[in-house]
């Protein structure tokens, strides 16, 4: 099954599909990351295709958002590891 992530309200529009996910986990990990990124914007999951697509319909937002999700973390994550060479 698949699941579909959707900005909700996109100007005269109820919903415009961002992109297809084939799990409701992964779905709901990038909702989230977009609403911590966009908290003015509606992000949400739907289990049917929306017929506007926000690379059609909006290219400079979708690019944004396209942005947004594969940019790399800002702060580097570090891991420690004991037991090395003394």
């Known amino acids: 099954m698949d699941y579909y992530v959707v900005e909700m ?5 109820k919903e415009c599909l961002v992109m297809r ?3 409701i986990e992964s779905a709901s990990l990038i909702c989230e ?8 914007a509606v992000f949400d999951i739907m289990d049917t295709e929306p017929v506007i697509k926000m690379r ?5 937002r979708y690019e944004e958002l396209r942005n947004v999700l ?3 973390p800002r702060n580097p994550q570090l891991i420690v590891i004991e037991g090395g060479r003394q």
Request: some cysteine; proline content about 4%; overall charge negative.
């Open 9 to 13: 309200y996109v100007d005269e529009l």
């Open 21 to 23: 996910c084939s799990t």
């Open 33 to 40: 990351k977009l609403e911590e990124a966009f908290p003015n």
């Open 56 to 60: 059609d319909y909006n290219l400079e």
């Open 70 to 72: 594969t940019s790399k």
